[in-house]
Structures are given as structure tokens and as C-alpha cells.
């Protein structure tokens, strides 16, 4: 065996060690029946030898509980991740070559127009940006990105997204009066804003989310994280959560301290606690830490029309596979803010019990 490849086993071990100290400390769940340290290390130790990664979202999971199979319901995330990319890029009816039907996703613009092309309710673009120049849709008009935002006579409230950003990263409220500028509340320079202008971005028109959600956390658009699977002859929805942001800030996504909920597609209900997301660790909270709103009497509006109309956009995208969709919720009614070829399985896992078993009978493997 490589020397390095001994040092990355040795690395490993003490990795696992590690994650399986102080399980009291660790665990989400201190009522519960939890495991002995044995057991836990063992767990972990056979999670390595099956995936060949150390399992880091082991408590996250509730894996410590006593009579838990941490390999029943959960899969690898780096296993997870190469399945769903691979049934991703390579459509069965393509017989020359492989198109990129991902591009037409992981570019917030282009997914947009795609989707309003077919009727489908979107985010409105309002203009593309970057530091030198804007342009404005649908008209066209293009002007120095400097001579409007120092313009004295253009006001306006706008969502900016990177282009191809992922994971709320980088987009941000921007409120322009006058001269006057502000992001996520923040009086900034025109100078600032066009240094965090890199690359290019679309504005969009800050959207006016239902009045439930806004009960919930009024400071971010609270979306609804929607898998689906397009098996050919019909889409599914294969899972759902609810991400609401926390303590001010204008995302809502979990990597960026939210707080993520597992929802029933069938009547809107969530469940009756959510992971927080806090710098300390993840924590359990049955109640939303700024609103106070008890989760067990919260209910997601128009949860029936979300799960059609995402049916709907995916049949557009045939040649994707599985599809992660976020999706704001309107008094009008659902509104389809970006799509995810690259979803992320740990926050899904954390409330769908078969999600091993579900997750690869949809992409052909064996369980």
C-alpha cells in the first residue's frame, strides 16, 4: 500500500474516533435511548468500510439512537452524489452524443427565459449586470453600470443573483433610492457594490411571498425545496422541505443558518420540530428561533399547486433526470425561483425515512 494511502486510512481512524467521542455532547436527541460508544464507533467504522468516508452527519442523522440501522435508510453522500450525476448526464433517448441539458439550469437567466417560454411562473428578470454595463429587459436598453447607480432620478428594489451561484451564495437584496444604496439593509459606496459585482448577475423583482410564510420569517423569501424525478412517462415528487432563513438575514438557505423542515407534499404539513443550523452545531427547535411560530400548527400554502406545477416544468426538461426546484410562494400563487441539477441529499435525508430505498430504485440501482 501507497505511503499515502496509509497515511489517508490512519487519517481517517482518528477522524472517526473523534466523531464518535462525547456522543452526550453531540447528539440532537438527549432524550432518546442512545448507543454505547462501541456501538457508535463500530457504526462508523462499517459506514467507512461501505462508502470510504467518514460519516460526519452521523448525529445529525440520529444514527446514535438506540435500534437505529444507519445503513437501512441513509446512503453515502459522496455515493449519493456520483449516482445522481451520472443518471443526470446521459439521456436515454439521445442516440448522438450527449446534449448539455444542464446548461439550461445552472444559469439563472437562461433557466428563466426557458421556463417563462413555456408558461411556466418564474422570478422576473429585470436586466443582467456585471461591473461595466447593465441591460434591461425585455427592452434591451444597455447603459454604464456607474452612471445608474449614481443617477439621482432611478429608484428600485431588486433580488441579485449570480448567474451561476449555488446555495444562496453571494445574492443579496439591493435597494437603490436616488443615489442611495443599500444591500441586505446596509448603507454601502458605489464603489463597494461594483467590487462585489463580479462576474455577471441577474436582477430580479423582489418577490412578495404569501402572507403565511411572511408569518413565519418575514426577512427572507422562505422556499420550498421540491425533488423531482422525470421517469420518462411521468415526473414524481420524490421529496420536500421547507427552508426558512433566521436572526436577519435575507436567505433562507441551512448552509447559511437557516432552519430546514421536512414536509408532507400531500397536505402541506411540516414536521413538528426543524434543524437549526447555528455556529455552535446543529440544533433541534420545535419553534422558529426569531417568529416564535410553533411548527405543529404551521401549514404550507398551495402545496398541491407547487407540486403541479413543478410536474410541469420538469416534463419540459426531459433530458435531466432528477431535478431539485425552489420555489417561492405567492398570495397569487407559486413562482419557480431556480433549479438544481446538483440538489444536495443531506438536508432531504434528514426527514425522509426511505430515502436509500426510494433514492435508487428511481436511478436503477440496486438497493
Not at 78 to 98: H, Q, T, V
Not at 125 to 153: F, H, M, N, Q
Amino acid at each position: 500500500m501507497a505511503l499515502h494511502s496509509v497515511y489517508k486510512e490512519i487519517r481517517s481512524l482518528l477522524s472517526i474516533i473523534h466523531v464518535s467521542l462525547s456522543p452526550e455532547k453531540r447528539t440532537l436527541y438527549p432524550t432518546a435511548s442512545r448507543k454505547s460508544k462501541f456501538k457508535i464507533f463500530t457504526d462508523l467504522l462499517s459506514w467507512y468500510w461501505k462508502y470510504r468516508e467518514v460519516n460526519h452527519r452521523y448525529f445529525l442523522y440520529g444514527m446514535d439512537r438506540e435500534g437505529f440501522d444507519c445503513h437501512r435508510s441513509h446512503i453515502g453522500h459522496r455515493k449519493f452524489r456520483l449516482i445522481r450525476d451520472e443518471m443526470n448526464k446521459a439521456p436515454s433517448f439521445c442516440n448522438n452524443g450527449i446534449p448539455d441539458y444542464l446548461a439550461i439550469i445552472r444559469d439563472k437567466f437562461v433557466f428563466s427565459r426557458f421556463m417563462k417560454s413555456c408558461g411556466i411562473p418564474v422570478a422576473d428578470d429585470l436586466a443582467l449586470i456585471d461591473r461595466k454595463v447593465i441591460k434591461w429587459i425585455p427592452s434591451g436598453k444597455t447603459e454604464l453600470t456607474s452612471e445608474y447607480l449614481s443617477s439621482d432620478i432611478t429608484s428600485g428594489e431588486f433580488f441579485c443573483k449570480l448567474i451561476d451561484g449555488g446555495k444562496g451564495k453571494n445574492a443579496f437584496l439591493l435597494n437603490k433610492k436616488s443615489k442611495h444604496l443599500r444591500i441586505n439593509k446596509k448603507t454601502v459606496s458605489i464603489e463597494s457594490l461594483l467590487n462585489k459585482l463580479s462576474g455577471k448577475w441577474v436582477l430580479q423583482e423582489k418577490i412578495v411571498q404569501h402572507q403565511d410564510l411572511n408569518l413565519l420569517y418575514p426577512e427572507s423569501v422562505n422556499t420550498v425545496r421540491v425533488i423531482s424525478v422525470n421517469t420518462g412517462s411521468s415526473v414524481i415528487i420524490f421529496s420536500a422541505i421547507l427552508r426558512t432563513g433566521t436572526g436577519g438575514r435575507n436567505v433562507d438557505n441551512y448552509s447559511a443558518g437557516g432552519v430546514v423542515l421536512g414536509v408532507d407534499v400531500i397536505n402541506g404539513s411540516v414536521t413538528e420540530y426543524g434543524i437549526h443550523n447555528i455556529v455552535s452545531g446543529p440544533k433541534i427547535v420545535k419553534k422558529h428561533p426569531d417568529t416564535l411560530v410553533n411548527f405543529t400548527e404551521f401549514e404550507i400554502p398551495m402545496i398541491t399547486e407547487v407540486c403541479e406545477v413543478i410536474k410541469n416544468a420538469h416534463s419540459w426538461l426531459y433530458g435531466i433526470k432528477t431535478i431539485g426546484w425552489d420555489v417561492a410562494i405567492t398570495n397569487k400563487g407559486p413562482v419557480l425561483l431556480e433549479a438544481n441539477d446538483q440538489w444536495d441529499g443531506e438536508t432531504i435525508m434528514l426527514f425522509k425515512k426511505e430515502f436509500k430505498k426510494e433514492f435508487l430504485q428511481h436511478h436503477n440501482q440496486k438497493v
